[in-house]
């Protein structure tokens, strides 16, 4: 008989479930924004039941804010390991938002923390829908080996971790061998001197991917599914150069990262023109809204067309045309036209396939050309910086999540 039955049995009363789970999700903003009475609450019905630790858990993680100190982050990261069961967050991330100060060339003792949170972002990155990154943990990803498949090795900090689930090119004997006992966590070193393999892959199988060593490998661990990278839907990062190899736009276009992106928000500190060109290989993703922001301009692309594949399709279509890339390059650049509208006048006759010049009434011909070829572009000129800064990043990314409103697509994307 069940608790909510004896409690009947005995004329209590019976609080419905519907309310429990009402008031469980009310807690899940305050919890977000780091209030210490309600993350404690939470943590603690977490441990009431599986409905209600579901419900907890729920509230807790689905949208994710994470410490903005390294060392913050790695104490939060490091009693994530040493839960009951390992990182429970798993499975309940929807949204993540990550913007960290690095201070690691201040001190040594934060150092590590981007594989860190690579792993992080590998653990929980079947069910992130949205993901916001800062400088240094965009370029920490951009420069992730494991993002290109059958380009790499095994990225350093993946070693043991079925990270390559499409990789082609890898030798399948190597990728089978088990991995050097110092690449495996402590604790799960000493689960398998307790018990046997067998038993210790059914009970962490889903909550940590590493293959135990002991051979044969169970069958359980052999029928599992692999672990997937990060592919988030809506994806908002910092062009943070130099990201290496990655660099490269056959690589950059194959990066597992972009391909499930419908909705890229891009913040652009250096170098416009590589990132105009990189972006505009991004044909085969789903993209269908692009927002390129540097301190002086923002250029927003929305596209429903048939003619073109996705907003990077638009974007190859205008940079393909050397004065219209120039003249992008020069608004991002802080080199800006006098009136933003004839700029986008321009670019809208040319995918329409017309001459480059305009009328006077430009702002008339975009609002034509725009209903006709369905695709929105705009340039929004100057104080644009704070697109690049964490407060309202933070604000784009809670308007998005949790308040289910535009955001800055609203303010930046017009008709």
């Not at 004896?6 to 780091?34: D, F, K, M, T």
């Not at 599986?50 to 060392?71: C, E, F, N, Q």
Request: charged share 25%; net charge neutral; aromatic share 8%.
């Amino acid at each position: 008989m069940g608790q909510a039955d004896v409690r009947r049995a005995a004329a209590l009363p019976v609080l419905p479930r519907e309310v429990l789970e009402h008031v469980i999700a009310y807690l899940a903003i305050p919890a977000s924004e780091g209030d210490w009475p309600a993350t404690q609450t939470l943590m603690r019905l977490s441990a009431v039941c599986r409905l209600v630790r579901h419900w907890a858990l729920t509230a807790l993680y689905d949208v994710l804010v994470l410490p903005r100190h390294v060392r913050e982050f790695r104490r939060w990261y490091a009693r994530m390991r040493e839960a009951k069961p390992p990182i429970p967050c798993v499975g309940y991330v929807r949204a993540l938002f990550v913007g960290i100060d690095d201070i690691t060339r201040l001190t040594q003792a934060s150092a590590g923390w981007e594989a860190e949170l690579l792993r992080l972002l590998h653990y929980c990155g079947s069910t992130i829908e949205y993901l916001s990154l800062w400088h240094t943990e965009s370029r920490a990803l951009l420069r992730d080996a494991a993002q290109v498949s059958g380009q790499h090795t095994h990225a350093a900090w993946a070693v043991g971790e079925a990270t390559m689930a499409d990789t082609e090119d890898v030798d399948e004997e190597e990728a089978q061998a088990p991995p050097a006992d110092h690449d495996m966590p402590r604790w799960l070193q000493d689960e398998l001197a307790r018990a046997p393999a067998e038993a210790v892959a059914r009970q962490h199988l889903a909550h940590f991917p590493l293959v135990p060593r002991a051979l044969p490998k169970p069958a359980a661990w052999r029928q599992r599914p692999r672990a997937r990278l990060c592919t988030p839907r809506c994806l908002s990062l910092v062009m943070y150069y130099p990201f290496y190899e990655n660099e490269r736009p056959e690589l950059f276009a194959r990066m597992v990262l972009w391909s499930r992106v419908e909705e890229l928000d891009v913040f652009v500190p250096m170098e416009p023109q590589k990132t105009l060109r990189l972006l505009a290989q991004l044909g085969h993703t789903p993209l269908w809204r692009l927002r390129i922001s540097a301190p002086h301009a923002t250029i927003a692309i929305e596209s429903l067309s048939d003619r073109w594949s996705n907003a990077s399709d638009v974007l190859l279509a205008l940079v393909s045309h050397p004065d219209l890339e120039r003249a992008l390059v020069n608004e991002l650049r802080g080199r800006a036209t006098d009136d933003a509208h004839v700029l986008e006048a321009a670019c809208l006759r040319f995918l329409a396939g017309e001459s480059i010049p305009v009328v006077s009434d430009s702002l008339h011909e975009v609002r034509h050309w725009q209903a006709l070829l369905r695709v929105r572009l705009t340039v929004t000129q100057k104080n644009q910086a704070v697109w690049g800064k964490l407060r309202h990043r933070l604000w784009d990314f809670r308007e998005r999540t949790q308040y289910q409103r535009p955001g800055a697509w609203g303010e930046l994307l017009r008709d």
